[in-house]
């Protein structure tokens, strides 16, 4: 039988022994540091999607700049 199964089991009983509260504590705080990890990784994760889109739109801005001025000038050129 398993941590958890044996505490489920003793609170049925109507006891909770220190050594069950202590264990139940320890793997709330680890769990709560795993949530912590987790949600920073996918944070940066979410930061970098963002960079790589952002730059993206940014190349795709400049090329569309950069048509824009070499038809600005060909136009100007047979104008004159």
């Known amino acids: ?12 009983r109507g006891r909770l022994p220190l050594r069950s509260i202590n264990w139940l504590v320890t793997e709330l ?3 709560r540091e ?4 987790i949600k920073q990784k996918s944070r940066y994760k ?3 999607e ?5 730059l993206a739109l940014e190349e ?4 569309t700049q950069s048509q824009r001025d070499y038809y600005k000038n060909q136009l100007n050129k047979l104008r004159v």
């Open 34 to 37: 795993i949530n912590k990890e």
């Open 50 to 54: 963002m960079a790589k889109e952002n």
């Open 29 to 31: 705080e680890s769990q």
């Open 60 to 63: 795709a801005l400049k090329r």
């Open 1 to 12: 039988m398993d941590k958890l199964s044996e505490i489920k089991a003793d609170i049925k």
């Open 46 to 48: 979410n930061y970098m």
